[in-house]
Every structure is written in C-alpha cells, then in structure tokens.
DNA sequence: CTCCTTTATATCCGTTTTTGATATATCACT
DNA sequence: AGTGATATATCAAAAACGGATATAAAGGAG
C-alpha cells in the first residue's frame, strides 16, 4: 500500500492540494479551486501540481478513482489523508497561536 | 535599506524563526526555543538556522543588535518583521478556516 | 472547415529551500 | 586535561518548487 514516507509537516501546496481533494477533483480543477478560494493569491503550476499528485499518491493520501473519464485523472483524499489533514489543520492551528501569543505579550510589556 | 525580495509566503522555519525574534535572542537559544515550544515536534538545526537568519537580515525582518556580547549575535524581529508576521497569521489562519470548513462539509453531506 | 482559446496532463530543468555533516572555538565543570 | 554544553558558520547534497514547454483534444467564432 503506502510505499513513501509519512510526510510529517505539510508544505503550502500539499496542503491545498490535499484539501482540494476532500471533494473529488483532476488535476486541473485542483489549479483551479485553489485559485479561486485564495482569489488569486495562491497559485499551483503543472509543474508543482503534478510532481506532489504522484508523491501523494505514493504517500496513500490521495488515490485515482477507478472511474475517471480517458482525459480527466479523478483523485481523492484517502482515509489516511483526512487523518493526516486533520492532524495538520492542529499543528498550523498551534502554530498561529504560538505566534498570536507572543505577539500579544509583547505588546503588554512592550508599551 | 531592504535589499532582498520582500517574501509572500513564510515557510515554517522561518515562521519560527521570525515568532521566536519577536523577544530579542541569539542563533542558539532560537534553536532551543523552538525545540522546547514545539515541545521536540520542530526542529531547526544550524544550517537552516543561519541561512535563514541571513535572509531574514536582508530582507530587513529582522536584524542585529549592537550592543551583543563577542560570542552572542543577538537579534530580534523588526517593524516590519512584526507586520509580516501578522500577514502570515492572517493567511495561515485563512488556510486552517478553509480546511475546516471543507471537512465540516465533506462530515454534513458524506453521511 | 479553420483558427483560436480553453481544457488537460506531463516533463524538463533551473532556482530556491532545507538539512546532515563538519569545523571551529569558548565556557563550565570535574 | 578532558568532557559536554554553548555558539556560530559553511559545505555539499537532497528535497521542494515553479516557469517554460510540449502534446492533444474539445468547444466556439467566423
């Protein structure tokens, strides 16, 4: 099944990508979700896109659907990508916070 | 003044990096405090430590204090180190409130 | 029917980012 | 004198990213 590493820390792009795919989508609706929910201020090119569906697909975060038309590769998330978006969404959270936190105390003190 | 490019997107390192500048530290005890405050989950070795400190300076995020000891270069977030700061919480917070809200959906509608 | 744009997947290859390893030196303690 | 922690720095390689390019089919305009 799963042949890659697990990936810990999830870079921008994989995140969206991941997320996109909560919901059914190919490759290009990926480019195009993304763009549109960030109203243009994140972009993914083929490049990138296509070098992270594979990597993954091999991590078994995503998979194809067995069902997809000849010119459209459907993906989804796994079960296994649900958990580790889930997983994500908690670190990013503390991360914020972290930084929402120190920025709050100095602002107590530093006056 | 800043010569570097102005950065969009931060990276977690430099997230890091740039929260944990916010009080006035050296190279070291920035590696120690991310360590503890991720409580081991992140860490930030010396290679990506002065790397990114050196980019942080040129792009004027963060800078050096004159008045450190010979053996201690001590630094600590800028003007507009703190305000880049805040635009990335804004958009890390964005990204955590869609991937919520993709899964809350994905919850409602997957019954 | 032809041209053009959009859709759609895919890879090349250079740039940027990250990181393990290594080097060097000081300091504290035994 | 020796050991471990403190402290900064760089090298060289790996990993991640992304612009450009290639290919091809579908849809619409004229």
Redesign the pocket.
């Known amino acids: 099944m799963a042949k890659g590493k697990s990936?810990d820390e999830l870079?921008?792009?994989?995140f969206y990508i991941l997320v996109a795919l909560v919901e059914p989508r190919?490759?290009?609706?990926i480019?195009?979700y993304v763009e549109e929910e960030t109203n243009g201020m994140f972009?993914?090119?083929?490049?990138?896109?296509?070098?992270?569906?594979?990597?993954l697909v091999d991590a078994d975060l995503i998979e194809a659907e067995p069902d997809?038309e000849p010119?459209?590769?459907?993906y989804v998330t796994t079960a296994a990508g649900i958990s580790k978006l889930e997983e994500e969404i908690k670190r990013r959270s503390r991360m914020v916070d972290l930084a929402k936190e120190v920025l709050q105390t100095k602002g107590r003190k530093g006056r």
Request: proline content about 7%; hydrophobic content about 30%; cysteine-free.
């Open positions: 990936l870079t921008d792009p994989v190919h490759g290009y609706a480019m195009q972009k993914i090119g083929p490049a990138t896109l296509y070098t992270i569906i594979k990597k997809s010119r459209r590769k459907t």
